[in-house]
């Protein structure tokens, strides 16, 4: 399976509401309206760049497929390294 067999409109919308506590969990009924303008850009941005990682073999280029490619590689690596080592603390 790949990640483009997956349905991506509706992964991004997980993402999306998994995101948004992170930006907009701070405001309250007193936060300027501005603030507010600031995070949504802010979201956008996130968002954008979430769907540029996933949607990198049909939108981007080499170099950033690459740069995609081996951060990918090391977010993988650094995940399992912290799984072993819950693992061998566990037993």
Known sequence: MKITDLNLE????EIAA???PFVFGDLGPETPAKTY????ALQGEVMGRIMAVLM???ICG????EEVEACS???HEHTLKHLR???I???
């Open 10 to 13: 509706e992964m991004l919308g």
């Open 18 to 20: 998994a995101v948004s």
């Open 37 to 40: 303008v600031e995070r949504t």
């Open 56 to 58: 990198k073999d049909e």
């Open 62 to 65: 080499d170099t950033l497929v």
């Open 73 to 75: 590689r090391h977010v």
């Open 85 to 87: 080592s819950a693992m």
């Open 89 to 91: 603390k566990e037993v």
